[in-house]
């Protein structure tokens, strides 16, 4: 459906799209710069507690050190202390830094800075009269219980920092619940507020799809009823185009044997009549006897024509000589008249008589439109067995055509099709513009032994 006749139609639902959209922005940009801030809090906030525990054990590194040199006399035992000093003063910059801005923390630093101070003081007074040869007073410094509550006192500090910090951590934590919570109940009512705007929008053409279905459904019931009827017509024409075959050889047998039976018998007559006059007349009357040996020729053409129009009309040679030898005439004649060579290869097989005429019929056709339209060199004509059918392919090497342009008379390839169909056979044509033709039939084998009726013009 179109956004427009959406808006139209539901003309509060744009605004309030606009509005949750908007909502949904700055709840979510809201929510996620305060989250940003308190995680940047809580990172600072580690931060300070790491380096509240540098200092620690950076102050137990430089005490170890100065034990480990007094101990043994070895300076690379001063190099802790050395290595102690620098990460203190990098520690205590990071949290002079961080704890700037709060005073009561900013005293506790002070102590600390103080405490740490007098402490590494008192390490390098120890370090320094051990240097100079007074160890007795190095080790007393040592003995004494200064360092201890100086340690004690900086254990003690540290650990208050680290308690405020982790206060301030769970406030932090509990701050960033917070927000996250009502960012949650924020996207849930604009989610809801959305899909209830969605549904409104959407419920109309819901029922304009339901209704379209029906009316598809509707519409492909009516295509299966006209592809039922389509294929129920198919059915009857087919059946009723084998009807037309059949009734038009028939016919032609019918009118086979009238001109076999009684022209035949008449021009047979008439050229005994002749032959009878010209027998009276020998020697009387010359000119007469030119017009009769002219009238005999003429009788004996009429005799040959109404031959060649009766083997048209029922080829005799299909009842008497079977399929394979009358399709080698025809090839063999047409051969001979056009110039064309052809070659056969047909084997004998077992089909009903009308689908022996279908397939002679099919060659004919074939063999005429090579004629007509080919202008083909040579002409291959096979006639086979094979599982269960028998297949008739007729071949040329002409010129071809392009099978998926309908071409401007195709009436006699819809007669081979109609043909083979009607004999529950299968017609294929393959032709590409120069690359000559095939047409290719299959039929279902029979096995019965029809009786030939012999026809003898």
């Given at each position: 459906m179109d956004v427009f006749k959406v808006v139209k139609r539901y003309p509060i639902i744009f605004p309030l799209a606009c509005v949750a959209a908007a909502a949904m922005v700055f709840i979510s940009e809201g929510s996620y710069w305060q989250s940003v801030g308190t995680l940047n809090e809580m990172g600072a906030t580690g931060a300070a507690h790491t380096s509240i525990n540098a200092l620690q054990r950076s102050i137990l590194d430089a005490e170890t050190g100065?034990?480990?040199?007094?101990?043994?006399?070895?300076?690379?035992?001063?190099?802790?202390?050395?290595?102690?000093?620098?990460?203190?003063?990098?520690?205590?910059?990071?949290?002079?830094?961080?704890?700037?801005?709060?005073?009561?923390?900013?005293?506790?630093?002070?102590?600390?800075?103080?405490?740490i101070e007098t402490r590494l003081s008192e390490i390098a007074v120890t370090i320094r009269l051990y240097e100079e040869g007074r160890v007795d007073s190095a080790r007393e410094i040592?003995?004494?219980?200064?360092?201890?509550?100086?340690?004690?006192?900086?254990?003690?500090?540290?650990?208050?920092?680290?308690?405020h910090e982790a206060r301030h951590v769970a406030a932090k934590r509990d701050d960033l619940l917070q927000t996250l919570r009502l960012n949650r109940i924020g996207v849930v009512l604009l989610s809801t507020l959305s899909l209830f705007a969605l549904f409104m929008v959407l419920r109309r053409p819901f029922a304009i799809e339901r209704r379209q279905q029906g009316q598809r459904r509707q519409v492909q019931a009516e295509r299966d009823l006209l592809e039922s009827e389509v294929k129920h017509r198919t059915a009857q024409l087919t059946e009723l185009t084998h009807h037309l075959q059949t009734a038009r050889e028939d016919e032609r047998h019918r009118l086979a044997r009238d001109l076999h039976d009684e022209l035949g018998a008449l021009l047979t007559s008439a050229k005994l009549d002749a032959a009878r006059i010209k027998s009276r007349l020998a020697g009387t009357?010359?000119?007469a006897l030119a017009l009769l040996a002219h009238l005999v020729e003429t009788l004996n053409s009429g005799i040959a024509l109404g031959r060649r129009i009766i083997e048209d009309l029922r080829p005799s040679a299909l009842s008497?000589?079977?399929l394979a030898a009358t399709l080698e005439i025809l090839?063999?004649?047409?051969?001979?008249?056009?110039?064309?060579?052809?070659?056969?290869?047909?084997?004998?097989?077992?089909l009903e008589p009308t689908a022996e005429l279908t397939v002679y019929r099919l060659v004919q056709e074939a063999i005429t439109n090579i004629t007509k339209y080919a202008r083909a060199s040579h002409v291959w004509v096979s006639?086979?067995?094979?599982?269960?059918?028998?297949?008739?392919?007729?071949?040329?090497?002409?010129?071809g055509f392009d099978t998926t342009v309908p071409p401007s008379s195709a009436y006699g390839l819809v007669g081979m099709r109609f043909r083979v169909e009607a004999q529950g056979g299968t017609l294929v044509v393959v032709s590409s513009p120069g690359r000559g033709t095939l047409i290719q039939a299959r039929l279902p084998n029979s096995t019965l032994s029809a009786e030939r009726e012999p026809l003898n013009p």
């Open positions: 100065q034990r480990g040199y007094l101990l043994t006399s070895r300076k690379e035992y001063l190099q802790p202390y050395a290595n102690a000093r620098k990460q203190i003063d990098e520690s205590f910059l990071v949290l002079d830094r961080y704890y700037g801005q709060e005073p009561a923390s900013r005293d506790a630093l002070k102590k600390l800075h103080a405490l040592v003995l004494s219980d200064i360092g201890k509550e100086q340690m004690d006192a900086i254990r003690t500090i540290s650990a208050e920092l680290q308690e009357a010359p000119e008497n000589l079977g090839a063999r004649e047409f051969a001979d008249h056009s110039g064309v060579e052809v070659q056969c290869a047909l084997e004998p097989v077992d006639l086979a067995k094979r599982e269960d059918c028998v297949e008739i392919s007729i071949r040329d090497d002409g010129v």
